[in-house]
């Protein structure tokens, strides 16, 4: 028996039952239990102290940092009466993950006596080592000091795994010169511009502007899981998060029976528990379904202030991975774990908020709602002129692999508005105030027992990258393992840029003038701009065409989609609004395509040795096989055309192998682009999937896609 073969048995021989017992769980209690939240900070903390913190929380104002230690005392007395012994600043570098370096309460007092502390200096500011982390050039790697500071927006919570409980203290990170070298303090900054514009754009229209602005973010996260004695058998996988190799089983999703279908117990127990460590967490995990695809699935949260939901969806991705582990199981946050089937994406569903006024709500009558056209055609304005800047927040190594294909949109950046959205849009453009016929509809389905049904303004389209979908902007194209910061930072900056302008002219228009003036600008912007509006299908060619007449650029790879990263008028708008200084912007260009170069590097190397250690040897000894029964048959008189025609096949699959196999080795060892480098892994994998098929079952080394996707 081969190692497959044995983990396929070990798999077979669970005896894993899952309680049909009742098990209390009060969810309201837990719910944020480790999370020093408000209702925490307001039993823990004095209350002029909780007073003046909530100012800067709900308002932005700058903490008083005489206040400082009474947090930091209070914050470390709630931890270590839950059970922490260690704090960290916990911050997003610019890398896949967060980072974090422990530091015990302890403070030794001589005499073997110890006490516990935590200064408000501790809490503000830390110094991890910074030398490791990438900059893009923005410091040298002897210059190790780095520096962390608190984030008060984004309340402490503890982390427990294994059973060991860690307060971990949200915050930003930047080097000893006071450069960014992190995704929060970005996110942070274009926040903050937002909000201030659309205030401006507010009073414009004669409302009240002192409510705190408010950007939100709901993230959709796909993932797949497999069971972990399959996982440890492919390398591939393990290293890459992706198959290398792999031939297409005869059943994947075709017949999209496990969209939304019953949900496996093992698989349930998993969904529960990590629920409940997201609950305890303060994160508002709501739904949990099966995708797509075979061993696919996702979670999703309620909205929350956007800055908090990526730190949250953060924790999500690496609660995933832990409680997988717990269960037997490993979770694949890759873009595009198998070719062929459907990939992983996270939607990024993004919507601003003044008060309690969502300037994306169209109301009843999207007609009369000014602010809502005005919302949108500034969105519309900033999609069209920033397209290029929307995917570089999308390009990875993985999303490559799956942006125009199952369920992924296009590289090709376009809007999907819907019937009647488009109607009025189009009527902007001929200056026409008529009401639309596509008016909200109610659904007739012809069962008497339900009530009406009401029907949205617009249907879905998971074919557009940047769709409307009620009160809303979805954004299909990021991709499941990256951050929610990059993107995000992109349309908070590119959106504050469309609402500055058009708020710049309406502020010296006269009131008598107003309206015409208002008409006149989002008229304009139609005519400039409606090229990015596209409700059709994404997936089909003739899109391709007709988005090249219309002059919208096509980025199909990241070495491709980072380009704009470095374009003048580009670096100028970040600088403009405070966002990103040059080098800081250059920087992660330089991060982002050499984490590219090294992804793909590592793939090649991977694939050529799996293909040289673990499929060639298989195949030579299929082929040993072959030739014996072919020299057994001839001894035995027996006509051996069939068994001839067999072992030729595979001898020919097996010298077209080694070829390919020769020339991705020589190209690892010239540093090929990376171009070649996929070429040449794509034709390793073409002839070793053929092989597959034709090497015996109980030699085959490798963990097929039909045991990946289907046992566990």
């Not at 309620?302 to 832990?322: G, K, P, Q, S, W």
């Not at 199909?556 to 966002?579: D, H, Q, R, S």
């Not at 170069?597 to 040993?624: F, H, S, W, Y």
Request: hydrophobic content about 40%; charged content about 25%; aromatic content about 8%.
């Amino acid at each position: 028996m081969n190692a497959r073969k044995s983990a396929l048995a070990k798999i077979a021989a669970r005896t894993d039952t899952y309680a049909d017992s009742y098990i209390p769980y009060d969810v309201e209690k837990e719910y944020g239990a480790d999370v020093f939240g408000l209702k925490n900070m307001e039993h823990y903390l004095a209350k002029p102290v909780y007073k003046k913190l909530l100012e800067t929380i709900h308002k932005g104002s700058q903490l008083d940092e005489n206040i400082a230690d009474d947090i930091a005392h209070a914050m470390k007395t709630w931890a270590m009466e839950r059970g922490a012994t260690h704090y960290t600043h916990w911050f997003l570098p610019l890398t896949s993950a967060s980072a974090e370096k422990h530091d015990s309460f302890l403070d030794p007092a001589g005499d073997g006596i110890a006490i516990t502390r935590f200064s408000g200096k501790n809490l503000i500011i830390g110094e991890p080592d910074a030398s490791s982390f990438p900059s893009g050039g923005l410091r040298s790697t002897f210059e190790a000091r780095g520096y962390t500071a608190w984030d008060p927006t984004s309340p402490a919570f503890i982390k427990r795994y294994g059973g060991v409980a860690t307060l971990c203290i949200p915050t930003v990170f930047c080097s000893y010169t006071g450069v960014v070298l992190d995704k929060k303090t970005p996110i942070l900054r274009s926040i903050q511009i937002l909000g201030a514009q659309a205030k401006r754009l507010l009073r414009c229209f004669g409302e009240n502007a002192d409510a705190r602005p408010s950007v939100t973010l709901g993230a959709e996260q796909e993932y797949f899981l497999i069971d972990k004695n399959l996982y440890m058998l492919r390398p591939d996988i393990m290293q890459t998060g992706r198959t290398l190799f792999g031939a297409p089983p005869a059943k994947h999703q075709q017949l999209e029976d496990h969209y939304f279908g019953a949900i496996n117990p093992r698989i349930l127990a998993f969904m529960s528990d990590v629920d409940k460590e997201l609950w305890r967490m303060g994160i508002p995990a709501k739904t949990r379904h099966n995708e797509v695809a075979p061993a696919q699935f996702e979670i999703a949260p309620v909205f929350e202030e956007l800055n908090l939901a990526i730190d949250h969806n953060m924790l999500i991705m690496e609660t995933l991975r832990i409680v997988a582990n717990k269960h037997g199981l490993v979770c694949l946050l890759h873009e595009k774990p198998f070719a062929g089937i459907n990939g992983s994406g996270k939607h990024n569903n993004w919507s601003i908020s003044v008060g309690e006024r969502n300037l994306l709500n169209p109301g009843t009558n999207p007609h009369e709602n000014a602010i809502f056209l005005t919302t949108l055609c500034a969105i519309i304005k900033a999609v069209d002129t920033h397209s290029d800047l929307l995917r570089v927040g999308t390009a990875c190594a993985g999303n490559d692999h799956r942006l125009g294909a199952n369920e992924a949109p296009p590289a090709i950046i376009s809007m999907f508005l819907g019937d009647q959205l488009t109607e009025i849009i189009d009527q902007i453009e001929k200056g026409q105030t008529k009401a639309s016929k596509a008016d909200k509809k109610v659904l007739q389905i012809g069962i008497d027992a339900l009530p009406p049904l009401p029907c949205d303004v617009t249907d879905r389209n998971r074919t557009s990258p940047f769709a409307f979908t009620g009160n809303k902007f979805e954004f299909r194209a990021p991709g499941a393992s990256q951050s929610c910061a990059n993107v995000n930072i992109v349309l908070n900056t590119i959106v504050a840029e469309a609402f500055d302008e058009i708020a710049t002219k309406l502020e010296s228009t006269p009131k008598d003038k107003f309206q015409s003036v208002l008409q006149s600008i989002l008229q304009d912007i139609v005519r400039k701009h409606k090229r990015i509006i596209f409700n059709g299908d994404g997936y089909d060619n003739a899109w391709k065409v007709e988005a090249k007449k219309r002059g919208l650029p096509n980025f199909p790879t990241t070495p491709e989609a980072l380009e704009p990263l470095l374009k003048k008028e580009n670096i100028a708008l970040f600088k403009k609004y405070g966002v990103f200084q040059e080098a800081e912007l250059k920087s992660r260009y330089e991060v982002f395509t050499e984490e590219y170069r090294k992804k793909i590097k590592i793939e090649a190397c991977i694939a050529l040795d799996m293909a040289k250690t673990m499929i060639i040897p298989a195949v030579n000894r299929q082929l040993g096989y072959l030739s014996d029964d072919v020299l057994k048959a001839k001894a035995a008189g027996i006509d051996a055309t069939a068994a001839t025609a067999q072992a030729n096949k595979v001898a020919s699959l097996a010298n077209s192998l080694s070829g390919a196999v020769d020339k991705l080795e020589a190209a690892i060892a010239a540093s090929q682009k990376e171009s070649v480098l996929i070429s040449d892994m794509g034709e390793v994998r073409k002839y070793a999937d053929l092989l597959e098929r034709e090497v015996s079952d109980d030699i085959w080394p490798l963990p097929k896609y039909s045991e990946l996707l289907f046992i566990y």
